[in-house]
């Protein structure tokens, strides 16, 4: 017994190895390459903190930042308010229950690229004629097209495919509240809106924190629909920071600027993450 | 005390809201199997007629037979082997969690969550095409492994909800720890691995940055990527993208229509956990 392997130890091994060749070593080595000035090709000289200073001093990364966490906070609240009441909505005593539930949740099923696409032919073909015909000057041109605007589209899009998990998570939320508890409050004279947020938005903090934090991350991360509505554009009105990264490490010979980059919003992520679970599950002690 | 009648404002209200979820599928089927002409009359309108040439048209173009048999390779291996690797890692991690050793590993595998993948993407791609794997089978063993993070902290919570007792019998039966594990806890494991399978599956079929990136040659492209790389050079013929974009989209809207319960409970058990 003594000389045969723990066989709970071969059964992480491989995983640990192949976990760590193919995650954490690529990381490490981004990390590496950010104190370089290596282009992805040829030779290179380590440079201490210069890459990071000059994300700092870049106009492009801040447009980058600001434009995603403009979309990230926004889109986050909208998807969240969004979905609490189609959950709400979709909890209550309705006919055709299990219909509406299947279609709410059907665009968490699709590709978001292709629904991108689908969504910019209508920003730029569908409510422009409307909107023509309604004698609305406003919208008679691609929202996408304009650099003050185009980020409403995208938020739009981001939103139509989010809601559908989230209000999956507030659904199940939803599930584990008992009945008794609204039974007892009607007795006690409570209306309809003391009752929401009294007993029910209490009772779902938790699945409020992970909804809270799992869109967060995401739209951080945005990616797929700028590809599909904008790429980026117009000029660089829409470009999120894993665009920047993407195209700056791949086409413009900047590895080891964009690691730098990468590093300095992996950074961010974690730490808002951590603060936004900090914060919420506070709340839920609290309540 | 109960009532039992059915709200119909709210039922109402919802009806009128999933016309924003259904209009651009709406959309998008009646202008595939329209002509330009027809669209410049009326966009909304139904085809005069089922014509299928934007379709046959479409399938040229993309080479969607090829597209399709990419994304079904793809999926079909990811799913089986990040069912049958990622349940044995969170098994043995779930049965030494009081080990120090273990608990770490479990830590450091849940932690990865939280890594974007812009940190890893350009030492990866380098990496990548330094062993030869620009191609579905590497793209397979990254899904894999980056699913690791996420399943196992599904996997580790539901296993600890498993007696322990039953396997002790099976080991005083003479039954090995793996045999333990494949006869005793992997069929145990059924719903996890229904959850898991559906949001693996998910993930495999749409990603685009990750074949985007790892993929290098034409032939190897999914249907996202075709989709991509038809759309930035063929986006004058609206209707011809739409017969496109419909068909990428079908095969899940098929399975879906059929699976939805299985798969909206499937995901739900796996936002409780």
Known sequence: ?287 | MRNNKHNWTITLLLILGSVVILFPLYLTVVNAFKTPQETAESILALPSSFRFDNFIQAIEMTNFFNAFGNSFYITVLTVVFTLLTNSMVAYAIARNLHKRSFKILFYYFVSAMFVPFPIIMLPLVKQMSGLGLMNPTGLVMLYIVYGLAFNVFLYVGYIKSIPKELEEAAIVDGCSRWGVFWRIIFPLLAPMNATVGILTALWAWNDFLLPLVILSDRSDMTLPLVQFVFQSQFSTNYNLAFASYLMALLPMIIVYVIAQRWIISGVTKGAIK
């Open chain 1, 1 to 287: 017994m003594s000389k045969k392997i723990n066989p709970y130890v071969l059964m992480v091994l491989p995983a640990f190895i192949i976990f760590f060749s193919f995650h954490t070593y690529p990381m490490l080595q981004g990390v590496f390459y950010s104190f370089t000035n290596w282009r992805g090709y040829g030779d290179w000289d380590f440079v201490g903190f210069s890459n990071y200073i000059s994300v700092f001093q870049d106009g492009r990364a801040r447009d980058a930042y600001f434009f995603t966490f403009q979309f990230a906070i926004i889109s986050t609240i909208l998807v969240n308010i969004i979905s609490l009441i189609i959950a709400l909505g979709l909890n209550a005593k309705i006919k055709f229950m299990k219909t509406l539930r299947a279609v709410y949740f059907m665009p968490n099923i699709l590709s978001i690229l292709i629904v991108g696409f689908i969504f910019n032919y209508i920003f730029a073909i569908f409510v422009p004629l409307i909107a023509e015909s309604l004698g609305l000057t406003t919208l008679a041109t691609n929202i996408l097209g304009n650099p003050d605007l185009a980020w409403i589209g995208i938020v739009i899009v981001a939103v139509w495919q989010a809601a559908a998990f989230n209000t999956i998570l507030y659904l199940a939320g939803l599930a584990t509240i008992s009945q008794d508890l609204y039974e007892a409050s009607s007795l006690d004279g409570a209306n309809k809106w003391q009752e929401f947020w009294k007993i029910t938005f209490p009772l779902i903090a938790p699945f409020f924190t992970i909804n809270m934090v799992l869109a967060m991350k995401n739209f951080l991360m945005v990616f797929d629909h700028i590809m599909a509505l904008t790429g980026g554009g117009p000029g660089r009105a829409t470009e999120s920071i894993s665009l920047l990264i993407y195209r700056g490490g791949f086409q413009g010979g900047e590895f080891a600027y964009q690691s730098a980059n990468a590093v300095i919003y992996f950074i961010i992520i974690v730490t808002i993450s951590v603060i936004q679970i900090r914060y919420l599950q506070k709340r839920e002690v609290d309540m």
